[in-house]
């Protein structure tokens, strides 16, 4: 059984930091591509990074700059570093493991916001 394992969400203040992390169990095999997938209240979902099956990260115009995704191979565990935290960036994130779009070796299209597996999803929330 697929599972992934969200934490770290919270609520900081404008310009304020937060760390999530994934761990993912189940699968039988080590390198796939991992998404950061976000959803605001009222919105649609919108992809913030991946990382392929090298450790690549790949960002979106939004958290380009802002946000640090990574890739733990020993511990199966994904981050994703949020720093200069705004209000707009208010929204439940999701770690999702990605089987069906490109492949491992090729994730570097953001904007999916599809995927095979996902988390529970950690909230993030920022006041002004």
């Known amino acids: 059984q697929v599972q992934l394992a969200e934490s770290g969400g919270g609520s900081v203040h404008t310009g304020g930091s937060l760390k999530l992390s994934c761990v993912v169990s189940g699968l039988p095999f080590a390198d796939y591509c991992l998404r950061w997938i976000r959803q605001a209240l009222g919105k649609e979902r919108e992809g913030v990074a991946t990382?392929?099956?090298?450790?690549?990260?790949s960002y979106s115009d939004s958290s380009k700059g802002r946000f640090t995704a990574s890739k733990d191979s020993g511990k199966n565990t994904f981050y994703l570093q949020l720093t200069d935290l705004r209000p707009e960036d208010t929204a439940m994130y999701y770690c999702?493991?990605?089987?069906?779009?490109?492949?491992?070796?090729?994730?570097?299209?953001?904007?999916?916001?599809?995927?095979?597996?996902w988390g529970k999803g950690s909230p993030v929330t920022i006041s002004s």
């Open positions: 999702a493991v990605d089987l069906e779009h490109g492949g491992a070796w090729s994730c570097s299209d953001v904007a999916v916001n599809a995927a095979t597996y």
């Open positions: 990382v392929d099956g090298y450790g690549e990260p």
